[in-house]
């Protein structure tokens, strides 16, 4: 079940509409404008990297109706009907400053995503501004969302001339001789991704921002992809390419462990 709110100075309103079946269904049935996907911890009271996805959200938009502290606080008021358990949440900010807030129990991905990989594919769709995470591609992409759905896929990386740049919900990484590489431009520069290159560099692996050409896949070692609500994890097919060795990488495995490790002490305070 999915809650919907718009968020106003002094209160959270219920808003019902016509399809609640998922966070996208519901984010396209708003007006456009941007969004920031995030899962709670520590029993719905903390988030990694809050400030951040707020500001993502604020930046865009001259007049919104609430402002961060405010939205803080309602938010915290919500989640606690889902303690003691954790929710998954997203936030939309309208072009025109309206705020709206859906939250969801939070699914945990199996335990065997994590210990065996998942494949995934490309495609040729691109935002068409990567740095903002725009209701608007939502809708764009809707197609392929259904898609990878119906194929078990487990998710779509997005390619330009050539070169894979991230995922639709997620950044993408590869690992070569030891070498982390990610993607620096046209892209989301997520939070997760953030904390899992300061991780990286933290235990000594090099990362270089460089993007992983798609002639280029049988070549690497280990992929992952990165987002907010699912951490890191493992990507051991692209397309019809067995990565590496077919199961998650020393590296990939190493981040997925300091990851684990550090969002537990450093999630911020709601």
């Known amino acids: 079940m999915i809650n919907l709110y718009r968020i106003e100075k002094t209160q959270a309103i219920p808003i019902p509409l016509p399809d609640m079946s998922s966070l996208d269904a519901i984010t396209r049935q708003l007006p456009d404008g941007y969004y920031s996907t995030f899962r709670t911890f520590g029993t719905c009271t903390r988030v990694l990297g809050l400030k951040s996805h707020l500001r993502r959200l604020f930046g865009p ?37 309206q705020v709206y807030v859906a939250i969801e129990p939070l699914k945990a991905l199996p335990t065997g995503i994590f210990e065996s ?3 995934v594919e490309t495609i040729e769709i691109q935002r068409e501004s990567p ?4 209701t608007a591609f939502i809708g764009a992409s809707d197609l392929e969302r259904k898609h990878i759905a119906q194929e078990g896929i487990f998710e779509a990386l997005l390619v330009k001339n050539g070169r894979i740049l991230e995922g639709m919900t997620s950044n993408f990484f590869h690992a070569k001789d030891n070498i982390l590489c990610t993607a620096q431009r046209d892209v989301l520069l997520g939070v997760t991704r953030r904390t899992i290159i ?17 002639n280029q896949l049988s070549d690497v070692n280990e992929t992952f992809i990165t987002s907010s609500s699912r951490g890191v994890v493992p990507v051991i097919q692209i397309d019809k390419v067995t990565i590496g060795q077919g199961r998650p990488g020393q590296i990939t495995r190493m981040l997925m462990s300091a990851y684990d490790e550090y969002v537990l002490q450093h999630a911020a305070k709601i």
């Open 61 to 97: 938009v001259t007049a919104p109706d609430v402002d961060a502290s405010e939205l803080r606080r309602q938010l915290l008021l919500l989640l606690e009907r889902f303690r003691p358990d954790e929710a998954r949440v997203r936030v939309m900010m309208t072009k025109a400053g």
């Open 117 to 119: 990989g998942v494949r």
């Open 131 to 134: 740095r903002l995470k725009s």
């Open 198 to 214: 300061y991780l990286a560099r933290g235990r000594g692996v090099e990362v270089n921002y460089q993007p992983l050409k798609k």
